[in-house]
């Protein structure tokens, strides 16, 4: 259809902390934090999180949605395939499946 759109990184500024999605050591320390409008107790420095916004033809940027923790998962397309696989994820902790590729 011809559409286009920019994707944009949060690397390197505050945006993650902002919508609490990241955790300070201190945080991670004391053993708890706000994560999805409630307390958690971080089994990691960040955690799953999406934000949508909208910028008029006046250049005002607007926050027109977030969602986090499962609600993140309609975004991520493997898990669509790992579900379907017999032991599924085969989770053991929130994520722990998942590994850097050199870590295999």
Request: aromatic share 16%; glycine share 12%; proline share 4%.
């Amino acid at each position: 259809m011809g559409w286009r759109f920019p994707w944009v990184s949060s690397q390197g500024s505050d945006f993650n902390r902002d919508f609490g999605v990241a955790f300070s050591e201190a945080e991670m320390a004391g053993g708890e934090a706000v994560y999805n409008y409630g307390s958690v107790v971080p089994p990691v420095n960040e955690l799953q999180g999406c934000s949508l916004f909208c910028k008029d033809e006046a250049g005002q940027v607007f926050h027109t949605y977030s969602t986090y923790a499962r609600g993140v998962e309609s975004v991520i397309g493997a898990f669509a395939f790992l579900d379907l696989a017999p032991k599924g994820r085969n989770e053991d902790g929130t994520m722990s499946w998942v590994k850097h590729h050199d870590r295999y």
